[in-house]
C-alpha cells in the first residue's frame, strides 16, 4: 500500500508557459498533501500545505499566484506553475498523508518526482 | 526554531563495512523523526519513524534508533545496492505534518 503517483516525471517547457503537474494518491484517501522542490545537490524544501476543498497554505517566499495548487478530491491535488521561467527548473515532490491501515497517522508517502525545465 | 542537521554530508564505505549515520535535531516537542532513502532523480522511500527515546527500529542492513537529541542510522555489512542519500526528517511546528528535512548524507558503497 501507500503509493503516490505523479505525472508527468519530466517535462521540458518554453519560458511563459504553464505547467500543470499531478499527484494522485493509489490506495488511500489523502486528507493533505504536501508539495516540496528540490534543487541539485539540495534536500527538499516544502512550498505549499493542502487540505481537500481548501486553500493551500504556503510557505513564506512561495508566490501563490505563480505555484497554483488545487486539491479538488482526497486522491488529486494539481500544482500548476504558471509563466514559467527558467530558474523554476527543479524536481518538484508531493507527499500525502491520510489514513491507511497499518500506518501511524502522521506518516507521509512521496511520488516519484517531476523534473521540470524551463528553456 | 525546529533544525535537523545530518553527519557526514558524504560517506563512503567498502561492501561489509559498518558504519552509521547521524542526525541530530531541536524541536519543541517531537512528533516523530523519520528516515527516507532517496535515489538520483527519484522521491523518497519510506524507511522508518521513530516517535520516542530509546525506540529502535529495524529493517534488513538498516537499523534505526533515537535519542532526545539525535538519531542514528546504522548500516550493518552494506552491499552496492545500500547507496543512496538518506534524508532525517521532522514534522514542521508551523506547517501541521510537513517535514523539515535535513541536507541528507550521501552513501556510497563500493564492492
Known amino acids: 500500500g501507500a503509493v503516490v503517483s505523479q505525472h508527468p516525471s519530466r517535462v521540458i517547457c518554453k519560458s511563459g508557459t504553464s505547467v500543470k503537474i499531478e499527484c494522485r494518491s493509489l490506495d488511500f484517501q489523502a486528507t493533505t498533501m504536501f508539495w516540496y522542490r528540490q534543487f541539485p545537490k539540495q534536500s527538499l524544501m516544502l512550498m505549499a500545505t493542502s487540505n481537500e476543498g481548501s486553500k493551500a497554505t504556503y510557505e513564506q517566499g512561495v508566490e501563490k499566484d505563480k505555484f497554483l495548487i488545487n486539491h479538488a478530491s482526497l486522491t488529486l491535488s494539481t500544482l500548476t506553475v504558471t509563466s514559467a521561467h527558467p530558474e523554476d527548473s527543479s524536481f518538484y515532490i508531493c507527499s500525502a498523508r491520510g489514513e491507511l491501515a497499518g500506518y501511524p497517522y502522521n506518516e507521509q508517502f512521496f511520488g516519484p518526482g517531476t523534473r521540470l525545465t524551463v528553456l | 526554531e525546529d533544525q535537523v542537521t545530518q553527519s557526514p554530508e558524504a560517506l563512503r564505505l567498502q561492501e561489509g563495512e559498518s558504519s552509521s549515520l547521524n542526525c541530530s535535531y531541536t524541536v519543541s516537542g517531537l512528533r516523530g523523526l523519520f528516515w527516507y532513502r532517496q535515489d538520483p532523480g527519484k522521491g523518497p522511500e519510506f524507511l522508518f519513524t521513530l516517535y520516542s527515546a530509546g525506540e529502535e527500529k529495524e529493517k534488513e542492513r538498516l537499523k534505526a534508533t533515537l535519542t532526545k537529541k539525535e538519531s542514528f542510522l546504522h548500516i550493518t555489512a552494506p552491499k552496492p545496492e545500500d547507496s543512496a542519500t538518506y534524508l532525517c526528517?521532522?514534522?514542521?511546528?508551523?506547517?501541521?505534518?510537513?517535514?523539515?528535512f535535513g541536507k541528507g548524507t550521501s552513501l556510497l558503497v563500493t564492492p
Open positions: 526528517a521532522i514534522p514542521n511546528s508551523n506547517s501541521g505534518y510537513a517535514l523539515n
